[in-house]
């Protein structure tokens, strides 16, 4: 499944959860940020491949290849810049469907926020405290109800590309 079949530039973006591999709390990111990563392309790849996208629909998606097809901009001279400045380059994702029982996300999330570094559950942006956090999660009976324990941020408040 390709990127286009999620909702990015083009479509009005919005916020996913990625749970991201050896990372424990969830990172709000918007889906504007599946087609422009900042730094290294290994780099890239180690932290965002086979990581899973949580969808406020219910949908979970795993990334599975991050194709680079070049500099960031639509003239040569943008494309250089983008090249000295640390390389900003298109992206295209492609995921693969994940049918995972919201009972499945729901303990995992918790866990994540349990084991994690606090300092990590402060990408979340949550004015709750962890207690109060687990106790919503807890009783989240859908994906909007988790979203909304979590305080997830507005897309424009949350990372928009991957680096």
Known sequence: MDVND?????????????LLEGERAPLPFSTAGFTVSDGGKRKIAATYLRARVLFRSGTVRRI????????YGSTLLRRMFSAANGGTRHIRVQFSEL???????????IARLQT??????D????????????????????MEDVFDALDVPAPSDTLDSMV
């Open 99 to 109: 049918p995972t029982p919201f009972d499945t996300i729901k303990r995992d999330l």
């Open 116 to 121: 994690g570094d606090q300092r990590q559950n």
């Open 6 to 18: 999620a909702a990015v530039p083009g479509d009005v973006p919005e916020t996913v959860l990625l």
């Open 123 to 142: 990408d979340l942006g949550v004015p709750k405290s962890l207690p109060e956090m687990l106790r919503a999660l807890e009783r989240a009976s859908n």
């Open 64 to 71: 599975e290849a991050i194709e680079f097809l070049g500099y």
